[in-house]
Structure formats: C-alpha cells, structure tokens
C-alpha cells in the first residue's frame, strides 16, 4: 500500500462521489447483490477492500464496458483507480464512523458489559470468552484504526455529510 503514503486528494473525492449515483443505478439495472455491507469486528481496517472485490466481479460481468465507462466519464483514468481510490475512502469514512461512535460514554458502557457478562452465572464458560472476546476487539477498534488512514480521514472530512447522504441513498 504504497500509494497510501499520499492523502486522497480532492479531485480524488469528488470523482469517486461523481460516480457512485451512475454505478448505483447500473448495479440496480442489472440487480447486483450488495452484500459488502461493512468491514466485519474480526477484519483489519487496512484489508477491507470492498471497491477492489466489487471490480473483481463485474470484470465477468456484461455490465463491465457500461461500469468501464461511468468510471471514465467521472474521471478516473482506469477502473483499477477507482478501485483503490474508493477503497481508500471508504476505509477512512468506516474509521472516521467507529471513531465518532466510540464515545466516552460508550466505552463506559461496555466496560459494564464486560463485568456484567464476567459475573453472569448462567453463561457458559464458552458464551462469556466468545462475549468478552467480541467486545474486547470493540473497544480497542479506535485505537488500531490505521495510521494510514489518518490523513485519509483529515481529507474526507469535509466531504462527509455528502458522502453520507450519498451512502443513504442506496
């Protein structure tokens, strides 16, 4: 992940934005199914790739020169760009969400969580490592949120109420 060295630039933003309403409207057109819904608690931030997995299927597809060309019209030069680029947002935007859902308040509650699952009697040993083990990975998400990523999210800040609004709309 060399290229991560540099943060996304702007024009980097606004085309991935450009072409997310063009490629929504092919992947209903066409009916894809969209089930790369988020990075899972077990993944590393810095592996989730959905944009690159999304362009691997419809390479095969018979949509791939329609798909090819929103892309170009958006002004990326190649769909492999679009890939990484859109990749690399939405690592920053998925960071820069779990970092504001990660509130003091909220990792207060699930440290009670953590005594409460520890002192329940009526748990097995099995269910309460599987409970602590998942929100063990929980709270310390925020803090093994990539340093990569970190300029990545300072250049998506701005964009994020529309990229929001944009994710709503699919």
């Known amino acids: 992940m060399a290229q991560a060295a540099t943060p996304l630039g702007e024009d980097d933003i606004q085309n991935f934005m450009k072409a997310m309403k063009p490629l929504q409207e092919l992947g209903d057109k ?7 819904d988020g990075p899972s608690e077990n993944l ?23 798909f090819k060309t929103i892309i170009l019209q958006a002004g990326f030069s190649s ?14 935007y998925t960071s820069l969400r779990i970092i504001e859902e990660m509130t003091p308040e909220r990792i207060e ?42 300029a990545d999210q300072e250049a998506l800040k701005p964009y994020l109420a529309k990229l929001e609004r944009l994710f709503e709309e699919e």
């Open 44 to 66: 590393d931030l810095d592996e989730f790739s959905p944009m690159s997995h999304a362009l691997e299927n419809v390479k095969e597809h018979e949509s791939y020169e329609e």
């Open 30 to 36: 066409y009916d894809f199914e969209n089930n790369e």
């Open 109 to 150: 509650e699930m440290l009670k969580s953590v005594e409460e699952v520890k002192k329940n009697q009526y748990l097995s040993p099995e269910i309460k490592k599987q409970l602590l083990e998942s929100l063990s990975q929980t709270m310390t998400m925020k803090e093994n949120i990539s340093q990569s990523t970190k």
């Open 79 to 92: 769909p492999q760009q679009w890939a990484s680029v859109g990749d690399r947002v939405l690592r920053a």
